[in-house]
């Protein structure tokens, strides 16, 4: 584990609900999955500048891969370096598919008014004057997707065990937000809603 020096702020997010944070350049972010296999979305937007927004496809592009690893900078909209990956116990995360929202349980399972991270963010982000119109695509966090050989994807529980984490270093001033996913209807989560911890750290 690298060195991130001392704690600033920590926050407990209960399952299926999401905290919103704010974060300095160069600051560290630790997403800690308390139970293991809880999929944490995460979204992030430039304090300076809310049309600027972490974003899974031109993070794709600029890596040209599917996963992220390792040393990993993640981009914006605006292709700016906003994170760098420089610690992660698990190695198994999604930057494919939506968050869920409250279509995806209505459409796909047939349940109506189930919580959603985009509702979860929608809630947290208001503060900010962010509305869910703003709310990008997601990192999700400790989500296991596999792709299989023809290309179709499969949805699996996750590889985190109890107490790993993933550290995101800033690479510019945020707000940012984690949603503990509500998902209970298919494996993502290990069949179980659980906690989040954040944590933000300096040197
Ligand atoms: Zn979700």
């Known amino acids: 584990m690298i060195e991130m020096g001392t704690l600033v702020s920590e926050v407990r997010v209960p399952g299926g609900y999401a905290k919103a944070f704010e974060m300095k350049k160069s600051q ?7 139970e293991g296999q809880q999929v944490g979305d995460f979204v992030a937007f430039s304090k300076s500048d809310l049309k600027e927004k972490l974003s899974p496809v031109h993070t794709r592009t600029s890596l040209l ?21 420089v610690a992660d116990a698990v190695g198994c995360h999604d930057i494919l598919l939506a968050m869920c929202d409250e279509q995806r349980y209505l459409v796909d399972y047939g349940v109506k008014d189930h919580r959603s991270c985009l ?3 929608e809630e947290v982000l208001r503060t900010y004057g ?24 499969l949805q699996l529980p996750g590889l985190s065990q109890p107490g790993d984490c993933i550290v995101f270093q800033a690479l510019m001033d945020v707000i940012g937000a984690v949603s503990a996913c509500p998902m209970d209807l298919n494996p993502i989560g290990g069949n179980k809603i659980s906690d989040l911890i954040i944590k933000i750290n300096e040197r």
């Open 28 to 34: 560290f972010l630790t997403i800690i999955d308390v």
């Open 119 to 121: 509702a979860n963010f």
């Open 65 to 85: 891969k599917v996963k992220i690893s390792m040393g990993d900078i993640l981009r914006s909209n605006y292709r700016n370096p906003m994170f760098k990956i």
């Open 130 to 153: 962010i509305s869910r119109e703003q709310i990008p695509d997601p990192f999700n966090t400790f989500q296991h997707t596999k792709i299989k050989a023809d290309g179709s994807l």
